[in-house]
């Protein structure tokens, strides 16, 4: 969902609720001092050899087999040249939201080695941040620059409410403007336009687009494709496939599906109460639909489904994730949670037991790994920054988290990261 206003923009999409005109996915805040860092670019590869992303559109094929070992052989090599220390930051991803490549965001970067950073212009409110397209660009260039590996670099770029571009080339439409146009391909043109703009800025991964059905929820209408699942399969299809079309990876969101849920979960801890037949024939319909168009990535929001699981939001069930997602609809690809620090889920974990919210958010993030997300979505203030890293270091030190289910993490994320051509193999 996102958007939340002081380090980001909080709000049922990522954070969007504060982004200048223009709103952000989902929800961010603010890190040391002031700074919302939370991961950052890419610099080099484990054997030393420097990486970038392609400065041309390319499309985003599945990559070809390398010519020394198959590619799973390649993956699992770069894998095993990466220290603890760089397993562990590979499944963090990091918020910024800073003028520059400062200090506070360079510590963290090498404090944490994250695997990638979600880049917010505006976060809970604050102020325009960088004010230009051209500090923009510099922001992303140093946290590629500054990063101990290369880096998934993500923002959301969904058009209307959430549009963190536009405060530097101006609004775009929102999904449900661009499908109430009733053309597939200018909606698939406005994607292709949004991803030569993140290439151009350094950008390689759009949380987009949002696969939610909207029945009345708590989610912002104008956010979605369509109140059914043909037109949201048809046009959120078109989107991805314009992103992926020219190098963007592309996000499917937010499992399990809201378009029906109670609240956003930037603010509370809502509900789906559908029926298993409800959820399969409308909520899950686009998600499954849409595998065929390969997504990037897929993101798992905090939502309660007693249908599957009466017990954990979807963010945090093996249920949600590892039975119905990958057993059921077949997504092999990486789950990237939404933001960890979203109200409902700390809400959640308060039920848990977790009074202080930077160990609530540190145990959550374990338990959703360990229900099968591969990116957790750190959280930008710096003391549950750390909590985070702490409790997944000490997780993988004592066995909680196991070797195997941490490589089968990495595996996805270093095989994106190769799609993209962000980490060569040779």
Same mark, same amino acid.
């Given at each position: 969902?996102?958007?939340?206003?002081?380090?980001?923009?909080?709000?049922?999409?990522?954070?969007?609720?504060?982004?200048?005109?223009?709103?952000?996915?989902?929800?961010?805040?603010?890190?040391?001092?002031?700074?919302?860092?939370?991961?950052?670019?890419c610099?080099?590869?484990?054997?030393?050899?420097?990486?970038?992303?392609n400065?041309?559109?390319?499309?985003?094929?599945?990559p070809?087999?390398?010519?020394?070992?198959?590619?799973?052989?390649?993956?699992?090599?770069?894998?095993?040249?990466?220290?603890?220390?760089?397993?562990?930051?590979?499944?963090l991803?990091?918020?910024?939201?800073?003028?520059?490549?400062?200090?506070?965001?360079?510590?963290?970067?090498?404090?944490?080695?994250?695997g990638?950073?979600?880049?917010?212009?505006n976060?809970?409110?604050?102020?325009?941040?960088?004010?230009?397209?051209?500090?923009?660009?510099?922001?992303?260039?140093?946290?590629?620059?500054?990063?101990?590996?290369?880096?998934?670099?993500?923002?959301?770029?969904?058009?209307?409410?959430?549009?963190?571009?536009?405060?530097?080339?101006?609004?775009?439409?929102?999904p449900?403007?661009?499908?109430?146009?009733?053309?597939?391909?200018?909606?698939?043109?406005?994607?292709?336009?949004?991803?030569?703009?993140?290439?151009?800025?350094?950008?390689?991964?759009?949380?987009?687009? +949002?696969?939610?059905?909207?029945?009345?929820?708590?989610?912002?209408?104008?956010?979605t494709f369509?109140?059914?699942?043909?037109?949201?399969?048809?046009?959120?299809?078109?989107?991805?496939?314009?992103?992926?079309?020219?190098?963007?990876?592309?996000t499917?969101?937010?499992?399990?599906?809201?378009?029906?849920?109670?609240?956003?979960?930037?603010?509370?801890?809502?509900?789906?109460?559908?029926?298993?037949?409800q959820?399969?024939?409308?909520?899950?319909?686009?998600?499954?639909? +849409?595998?065929?168009?390969?997504?990037?990535?897929?993101? /798992?929001?905090?939502?309660?489904?007693?249908?599957?699981?009466?017990?954990?939001?979807?963010?945090?069930?093996a249920?949600?994730?590892?039975?119905?997602?990958?057993?059921?609809?077949?997504?092999?690809?990486?789950?990237?949670?939404?933001?960890?620090?979203?109200?409902?889920?700390?809400?959640?974990?308060?039920?848990?037991?977790?009074?202080n919210?930077?160990q609530?958010?540190?145990?959550?993030?374990?338990?959703?790994?360990?229900?099968?997300?591969d990116?957790?979505?750190a959280?930008?203030?710096?003391?549950?920054?750390?909590?985070?890293?702490?409790?997944?270091?000490?997780?993988?030190?004592?066995?909680?988290?196991?070797?195997a289910r941490?490589?089968?993490?990495?595996?996805?994320?270093?095989?994106?990261? /190769?799609?993209?051509?962000?980490?060569?193999?040779?």
């Amino acid at each position: 969902m996102k958007a939340k206003a002081r380090i980001l923009t909080k709000s049922s999409s990522r954070r969007h609720s504060a982004i200048v005109s223009r709103a952000p996915v989902f929800p961010r805040r603010q890190l040391l001092l002031g700074t919302l860092v939370v991961l950052a670019g890419c610099a080099t590869n484990p054997g030393g050899s420097s990486s970038t992303p392609n400065s041309s559109p390319t499309p985003l094929p599945t990559p070809t087999s390398p010519t020394s070992g198959s590619l799973d052989q390649q993956i699992d090599a770069y894998i095993a040249a990466l220290s603890p220390a760089q397993k562990v930051g590979q499944t963090l991803l990091l918020a910024v939201y800073s003028n520059t490549d400062s200090d506070q965001l360079n510590q963290a970067l090498a404090t944490y080695l994250p695997g990638g950073a979600v880049v917010f212009t505006n976060y809970n409110g604050g102020p325009l941040e960088p004010t230009t397209l051209s500090g923009f660009e510099q922001l992303i260039a140093g946290l590629k620059s500054n990063a101990n590996l290369p880096l998934l670099l993500a923002t959301d770029e969904e058009g209307g409410e959430v549009d963190r571009l536009a405060p530097y080339y101006g609004p775009t439409p929102s999904p449900q403007a661009l499908a109430a146009g009733g053309s597939p391909q200018a909606v698939s043109a406005q994607a292709a336009t949004d991803a030569s703009r993140m290439r151009a800025a350094g950008l390689n991964v759009d949380f987009a687009p +949002l696969a939610d059905v909207y029945q009345g929820g708590g989610i912002d209408q104008s956010r979605t494709f369509g109140t059914s699942a043909p037109e949201v399969i048809t046009y959120a299809g078109a989107f991805l496939d314009g992103l992926q079309q020219n190098g963007i990876a592309g996000t499917l969101k937010h499992w399990p599906g809201i378009g029906a849920a109670s609240g956003n979960p930037d603010y509370v801890l809502p509900t789906v109460t559908h029926t298993q037949a409800q959820l399969n024939s409308t909520d899950f319909a686009t998600f499954r639909a +849409l595998l065929s168009h390969d997504p990037g990535m897929i993101m /798992v929001t905090h939502v309660i489904v007693p249908a599957y699981d009466r017990q954990a939001p979807a963010s945090l069930s093996a249920v949600m994730v590892d039975q119905v997602l990958r057993g059921q609809l077949g997504y092999q690809g990486v789950v990237v949670t939404d933001a960890m620090d979203a109200q409902g889920l700390i809400d959640f974990m308060q039920q848990q037991g977790y009074s202080n919210p930077a160990q609530g958010i540190a145990e959550a993030s374990v338990r959703a790994f360990l229900a099968g997300d591969d990116l957790i979505e750190a959280p930008i203030e710096p003391d549950r920054l750390a909590a985070v890293s702490a409790a997944m270091t000490q997780a993988v030190d004592s066995g909680r988290i196991g070797a195997a289910r941490l490589h089968q993490a990495l595996h996805r994320i270093i095989a994106l990261k /190769v799609r993209l051509g962000v980490v060569t193999l040779s």
